[in-house]
Every structure is written in structure tokens, then in C-alpha cells.
């Protein structure tokens, strides 16, 4: 498969050189300081407190070139906009792997409605210096799958051919008839629990603030309750339905866990508020603007 990479962070990186590995025609876009550091040393890979740091000689590109059987992004919210300019010209399907609650069709207006697909990294990780360091347990083939999804929720050939490629790379991978219904749901629980994490300046502060547990729930509830679907995976349903003290309890155990300290959730930077408040503009926007 020949493959453009776009978005060399945490996840791009981990994917690209995962698929790099696995035999595929890879090439990742990065540009300025990580273009620079990708070209010196390729994707460097470590666990999260390991001493060991493993070099992948994935290609790296500036631009696009060309087609490609299939184009994966990994970019965040905000960041959309100009992707989508910088590939309308460019061949190839392309499955958007980030928080999107806008649904398909803003994609598809720029792209081709035919080119899109929509799906989510089940990975995780921070940037130390030019090192992708990742959980072991939450590491690209961890038992959570990566869910992938056309948008109009059928079982097609070219979502076949993407899961069973993506697994055969040890990639985990599942399709996911109700992808934007997923979307929207993991955006109206994430929302809430990051932007009062920045608010609070960090998951164990937030922890630590029952009042603000409490204040993020009702928002996550809100927005559960006035998704025109039901929520996907359905168990987010419980965030309505169990009584608001036993789910403070619970979210706040969570806060403290080392899933929450070690994850995104710690990144407190201006790109990560940006990126909850286009997530926040979508979600608000009446279903006909989306």
C-alpha cells in the first residue's frame, strides 16, 4: 500500500512506523523544527520511562506528491481547514483518524464526499524532545481497537481492505458502522473533562476538586442529551443514567490513574485549548450546519 502519513505527532509517528515496518510504501508529513528532526533521525520510538529509544527510517515529505492508495491524518481539530485545502488536489481515499464532531459532510465538501472516511487512534503518548515515548499498555497494538468507519456506516470492499491491512501490520482495528455517531460522543465526554483539566491545570488537580467533578458531569450529560443519536459505544449511556455520586467517585479515581496522568490529558498547551474549543463549536452547531 502506498501511504502519505500527514501529522507527524504522537499517533502519526507511532502509525507510520508501524506500517513502515510491516513492508508498506510510507511517507509522513511533517514540517519546520519535526520535519528537521525526522529527516536526521527518522521516528524515534521509546516506552514511556525506558531507557532504550528504537530509530524507524520512515520517508519524510513536506508536501504531498502525487496519489496514494490511501492518505491517513493525524492532525488536530483546528488544523482541518488547511489540510483539507492542501489535499483536495492530491489522489487518494482519506481516512481522518482525530477528534471531529462536524460530521462527514464539511470534509466531503472539500475532498469529494467518495474520498472520505472517518476513524479514531486508539493510542496515546507524549513528545520528549524529538522521542515518541508511549505507554506500553496503551501503545498503537494495545487491545483497544482503533475504530475506522465509512460515512455512511456500510461494510465496504475499501473499509474491508483498510482494517485487514491495518491488522495485518499488528495494527488493532475494527470497523465501526456508526463512526460519526462515535465521534460526536467521545467529543461531547472529552470536551468537558479537557478543558476543565486546563482550567484546573492538570488531571490531578481536577481530582482533588469535587465541586469541578461535578460541574464538568453536567456538561458531559448536556451534551449526551442533546446528541440526535444515541451515544456510541453505548455504555457512554451511563454517564446519564447512574446516580451523580457514584460517577464523580468514579471519574475522579480516574484522574488520578496513570491512563489520565500519562496521557494527553497533561498537555495543557495553547494548541491542545484550541483544539477542545473548535470541538466545543461543533458540537453547538445546529445539526443542518454540520
Given amino acids: 500500500m502506498k501511504l502519505l502519513v500527514y501529522g507527524a505527532g504522537v499517533c502519526g509517528s507511532l502509525f507510520a512506523a508501524r506500517m513502515h515496518e510491516a513492508g508498506h510504501d510510507v511517507s509522513l508529513l511533517a514540517r519546520g523544527e519535526r520535519l528537521t528532526a525526522l529527516r536526521r533521525h527518522g521516528v524515534r520510538l521509546a516506552e514511556e520511562d525506558g531507557p532504550a529509544v528504537k530509530r524507524v527510517p520512515v520517508p519524510v515529505v513536506e508536501h504531498p506528491d502525487g496519489g496514494y492508495d490511501l492518505i491517513t491524518v493525524f492532525v488536530r481539530t483546528h488544523q482541518v481547514d488547511a489540510v483539507l485545502e492542501s489535499l483536495a488536489g492530491v489522489r487518494g481515499d482519506v481516512l481522518f483518524l482525530l477528534n471531529w464532531a462536524a460530521g462527514p459532510e464539511t470534509l466531503g465538501a472539500v475532498l469529494g464526499q467518495e474520498r472520505v472516511l472517518l476513524g479514531f487512534p486508539a493510542t496515546g503518548g507524549t513528545m520528549d524532545g524529538d522521542v515518541v515515548r508511549y505507554r506500553k499498555s496503551n501503545s498503537i497494538t494495545r487491545r483497544v481497537a482503533t475504530p475506522v468507519g465509512e460515512p455512511d456506516g456500510r461494510a465496504t470492499p475499501r473499509l474491508e481492505r483498510i482494517v485487514e491491512t491495518f491488522r495485518t501490520a ?121
Fill in 170 to 290: 499488528g495494527i488493532n482495528a475494527k470497523a465501526e458502522p456508526r463512526m460519526d455517531a462515535w465521534l460526536r460522543t467521545h467529543a461531547a465526554f472529552e470536551v468537558p473533562l479537557g478543558q476543565a483539566v486546563h482550567a484546573a491545570g492538570g488531571p490531578l488537580v481536577l481530582a482533588d476538586d469535587p465541586d469541578a467533578v461535578r460541574a464538568m458531569l453536567h456538561l458531559i450529560r448536556q451534551n449526551l442529551a442533546a446528541m440526535e443519536t444515541p451515544p456510541v459505544p453505548h455504555a457512554f449511556a451511563a454517564l446519564r443514567a447512574l446516580p451523580q455520586g457514584l460517577l464523580v467517585t468514579v471519574l475522579r479515581r480516574f484522574l488520578k490513574s496513570p491512563t489520565a496522568v500519562h496521557s494527553g490529558l497533561n498537555d495543557l498547551s495553547p494548541a491542545t485549548a484550541a483544539e477542545l474549543e473548535r470541538l466545543a463549536e461543533q458540537l453547538r452547531a445546529p445539526a443542518g450546519a454540520r
